[in-house]
């Protein structure tokens, strides 16, 4: 499989093959009291959100997803609920 985000290159990290961290992926030093290297907000980065605050990321696309329909579907659900807790807090 390919994730077709070479449009994202220098946009949002992304795994050597293509695919967008996001949440405890973003993590390489696997410090959990640090937050990733670059990370610009107080708080560490929710579940989906990529490497830039309020960006989000579902599905297959996702490094480490389950690459499953009802696994995409349950990841955009939970994203929908993640942007509103973002904006909630500007």
């Known amino acids: 499989m390919k994730p077709r985000t ?6 949002v990290t992304r795994d050597g093959r293509g695919f967008i961290l996001a949440g405890p992926d973003l ?3 696997g410090e959990p009291g640090e937050r990733p290297s670059g990370w610009p907000l ?3 980065p929710y579940h989906l ?3 830039v605050p309020g960006v989000f ?3 297959d696309v996702r490094a480490e997803s389950a690459k499953r ?3 995409a579907v349950g990841e955009g659900a939970m994203a929908v609920m993640l942007v509103h807790r973002y ?3 500007l």
Request: proline content about 0%.
């Open 6 to 11: 070479d449009w994202l290159d220098g946009v």
């Open 27 to 29: 993590f390489v030093s």
């Open 42 to 44: 107080d708080r560490h």
């Open 49 to 51: 959100e990529t490497s």
């Open 57 to 59: 990321v579902a599905g």
């Open 69 to 71: 329909v009802a696994s």
């Open 87 to 89: 904006l909630e807090k």
